[in-house]
């Protein structure tokens, strides 16, 4: 997922990856673990709008308007900042 996310335009994993989660719960780190599970609902939200859009379920204004509202909303979690900061916005929305 996180190589199909970046080619989209999303940063992947920020922070820790899967494979510190279980040291991260042990360490009670459990922020981090919902920063980074909460990046993964986003990312698969954004590639379920570009596949809505890709096989035509929805036209390329109603994902772009999808995709931007969805950035505004992880834009207004403080936890999200440098998730959202690292967003390529033009390869987001399929900018030409």
């Known amino acids: 997922m996180a190589n199909l996310a970046r080619l989209m335009g999303l940063p992947g994993k920020v ?13 009670g780190q459990y ?3 919902d920063t980074y599970c ?12 570009r596949y809505s859009y890709i096989s035509g379920k929805i036209t390329l204004e109603q994902y772009r308007s999808a995709a931007d509202a969805l950035l505004v909303f992880v ?6 900042e440098e998730f959202a900061s690292k967003v390529d916005e033009k390869t987001m929305r399929i900018v030409t």
Do not use: C, N
Request: proline share 3%; no cysteine; charged share 25%.
């Open 15 to 27: 922070g820790i990856d899967g494979s510190k989660v279980h040291q991260s719960y042990l360490d």
């Open 75 to 80: 834009r207004e979690i403080p936890e999200q």
């Open 38 to 49: 909460m990046q993964d609902v986003f990312q698969t939200a954004w590639i379920y709008q």
């Open 31 to 33: 922020a981090d673990i």
